[in-house]
Nanobody, 124 residues
Framework: QVQLVESGGGLVQPGGSLKLSCAAS????????MGWFRQAPGKEHDFVTA????????YYADSVKGRFTISRDNAKNMVYLQMNSLKPEDTAVYYC?????????????????WGQGTQVTVSS
């Protein structure tokens, strides 16, 4: 079993930046593909980004490409999401996710582990 704990959410003005962190424990982190989803009020979970277990492969939703960056530190069992040029439509609960494969896809059901989520609010 894997436990994922997110941190770093909060309130930020449009155009601002925020960095989310996700701490993983309970299983060999190096064998997990990791990612981030988000859920706005009244909507389903939307894919944001994913990273392979080596960190060499990443991909992003079109809505965040060029603004968000995912990274991982396998020595520390950590995953990060750097979010720049934030927009009000980025407001959501952000979830750290993990999958028992090299690189998982864009569908929520591909991921085996989910954190509790952290709220990100972009507003002036």
């Amino acid at each position: 079993q894997v436990q994922l704990v997110e941190s770093g959410g909060g309130l930020v003005q449009p155009g601002g930046s925020l960095k989310l962190s996700c701490a993983a424990s309970g299983r060999t982190f190096n064998n997990l593909s990791m990612g981030w989803f988000r859920q706005a009020p009244g909507k389903e979970h939307d894919f944001v980004t994913a990273i392979s277990w080596s960190g060499r492969s990443t991909y992003y939703a079109d809505s965040v490409k060029g603004r968000f960056t995912i990274s991982r530190d396998n020595a520390k069992n950590m995953v990060y999401l750097q979010m720049n040029s934030l927009k009000p439509e980025d407001t959501a609960v952000y979830y750290c996710v993990g999958a028992n494969r090299y690189l998982a896809g864009r569908h929520a059901n591909e991921y085996d582990y989910w954190g509790q989520g952290t709220q990100v609010t972009v507003s002036s």
